[in-house]
T-cell receptor, first 112, second 113 residues
Framework: EAGVVQSPRYKIIEKKQPVAFWCNPISGHNTLYWYRQNLGQGPELLIR????????DSQLPKDRFSAERLKGVDSTLKIQPAELGDSAVYLCASSRTYNEQFFGPGTRLTVL | GDSVTQMEGPVTLSEEAFLTINCTYTATGYPSLFWYVQYPGEGLQLLLKATKADDKGSNKGFEATYRKETTSFHLEKGSVQVSDSAVYFCALSDQDGGFKTIFGAGTRLFVKA
């Protein structure tokens, strides 16, 4: 089966600019996750969706970050405006059950 | 809250050496435990898992045993290969934490030929 698809793979922007990341999960996976991975650290959950519903967004900085998962399939994560500290790898993952998550390759964001 | 602590890297080994990467955790409930591996330029992949105490997860020659008494889940492999060079993440998922997955900081492994 096809894996989790993310785009773009790399993005370089100047601070205060907006940026968006896209994720297409594995077919049939109703749970979708967005993580942020800072250099030298493990992934940290930003938001988790069960179908269309965001069931855990407690770690999402809502002043500048937003996410949506229309129709319970694809998802978009947006940052507006971006700050220097947002430079990181943004990972999308999906799962059918709570236990095993499948990760995409990530989007490496550099904010200048 | 829940947390995962794993040994700092990088770990550098020669091919065919024995590998141990230590991982300990704190959790309020009875978590499931995981090891993920991240090869260069790729996303994280589940390597192995254990869902209850004394379970042993194994895959590709790697294994780890869920030790509730020591709250540990150390990763081991008897003979590493150059292709095992990657970053390894220990993680837990706890029902009491709403099944949120908590990752350790990762341990980078370099295997020399």
């Amino acid at each position: 089966e096809a894996g989790v698809v993310q785009s773009p793979r790399y993005k370089i922007i100047e601070k205060k600019q907006p940026v968006a990341f896209w994720c297409n999960p594995i077919s049939g996976h109703n749970t979708l996750y967005w993580y942020r991975q800072n250099l030298g650290q493990g992934p940290e959950l930003l938001i988790r969706y069960e179908n269309e519903e965001a069931v855990d967004d407690s770690q999402l900085p809502k002043d500048r970050f937003s996410a949506e998962r229309l129709k319970g399939v694809d998802s978009t994560l947006k940052i507006q405006p971006a700050e220097l500290g947002d430079s990181a790898v943004y990972l999308c993952a999906s799962s059918r059950t709570y236990n095993e998550q499948f990760f995409g390759p990530g989007t490496r964001l550099t904010v200048l | 809250g829940d947390s995962v602590t794993q040994m700092e890297g990088p770990v550098t080994l020669s091919e065919e050496a024995f590998l141990t990467i230590n991982c300990t955790y704190t959790a309020t409930g009875y978590p499931s435990l995981f090891w993920y591996v991240q090869y260069p330029g790729e996303g994280l992949q589940l390597l192995l898992k254990a869902t209850k105490a004394d379970d042993k997860g194994s895959n590709k020659g790697f294994e780890a045993t869920y030790r509730k008494e020591t709250t540990s889940f150390h990763l081991e492999k008897g003979s590493v290969q150059v292709s095992d060079s990657a970053v390894y993440f220990c993680a837990l998922s706890d029902q009491d934490g709403g099944f949120k997955t908590i990752f350790g900081a990762g341990t980078r492994l370099f295997v020399k030929a």
